[in-house]
């Protein structure tokens, strides 16, 4: 059985042309289910690009060329899970909790300190939040507390850059630098608070006798004399969170620990002291 193709010169055909009628090729030769390439041009129109063909009885069908199988997508290897480490913020029944008050423009009882003018509010019975912003305000030597909170509303000294990062991770122009003498102040929260090249300050902080109930929270110390001194009858306090990186070359000869928990009378009692998750670093690690 005769295969007929209709093709309009000059057009190309792939097989044998047998003969040739008004432009109508006859493909005798070819049998069925044979693939050959054809130009054709439709009736009156432009020609129509090349296409694969497949002869039938009498027919000409349109082989369509398959999409080629896509590469096969290698099954990724599951990265494994790392457990994180934990957070002793988080699961230790010893940590103090801190939840900070905000620093809201519309409470009275929040004080911007911005400069070192400002700290003069520190003691001032109508203000209880203290937002300090970053800077240097070690020409202050110890700022003084002199005024307590309660237990239902304590008292906050704040760091106020517009993030929560422990200050041991941040850049030295987003922290507060600046050294605390508690002179008997109860229920202080101390946040993110950081004391870095201080070598002509005794002690960047001191809890006096009678200062009770209070919290430093993420202090961060850098190249100082000495960190912190807790005296007599300074009960129940709690340094957590903090990271102690360094004494000056002054400190090493003192011999000093890096939290003191001594005082020089006959008698002391310093009750109730937590000392918990924190980092010393290049620090003499004794509690006295």
Not at 13 to 19: E, V
Not at 111 to 132: A, Y
Not at 170 to 182: A, Q
Not at 202 to 220: A, C, E, P, Y
Request: charged content about 15%; overall charge negative.
């Amino acid at each position: 059985m005769e295969t007929w193709v209709y093709v309009h010169e000059p057009y190309n055909t792939t097989g044998t042309k047998h003969n040739a009628t008004n432009n109508q090729y006859t493909y005798a030769s070819l049998s069925s289910g044979i693939t050959f390439t054809v130009y054709v041009q439709g009736k009156g129109s432009s020609s129509i690009l090349q296409q694969d063909f497949t002869t039938g009885p009498n027919t000409v069908t349109p082989e369509l060329t398959p999409a080629p199988e896509p590469s096969p997508v290698p099954t990724p290897i599951p990265t494994p899970e790392i457990s994180p480490l934990p957070n002793p913020s988080q699961t230790s029944s010893y940590l103090e909790p801190v939840i900070l008050p905000t620093c809201d423009i519309n409470n009275p009882e929040v004080q911007f300190i911005q400069s070192k003018d400002d700290w003069k509010h520190i003691n001032d019975n109508h203000k209880r939040i203290f937002c300090v912003s970053p800077g240097d305000y070690r020409s202050l030597n110890n700022i003084k507390l002199t005024v307590s909170g309660t237990a239902e509303k304590r008292r906050y000294i704040m760091l106020n850059n517009g993030n929560n990062t422990h200050p041991a991770k941040l850049p030295i122009h987003e922290l507060s630098n600046f050294s605390i003498h508690l002179q008997n102040a109860d229920y202080w929260i101390i946040d993110r608070a950081s004391a870095i090249d201080t070598p002509n300050i005794s002690h960047n902080f001191l809890v006096d006798r009678g200062s009770s109930n209070n919290i430093f929270n993420k202090i961060f110390t850098q190249n100082v004399f000495h960190t912190m001194w807790i005296r007599h009858q300074a009960h129940n306090n709690t340094i957590q969170n903090s990271r102690f990186d360094g004494i000056t070359q002054k400190g090493a000869e003192a011999d000093l620990s890096t939290i003191n928990i001594i005082d020089w009378d006959v008698s002391v009692e310093m009750l109730g002291t937590k000392v918990i998750n924190n980092e010393f670093v290049n620090v003499k690690l004794s509690l006295w």
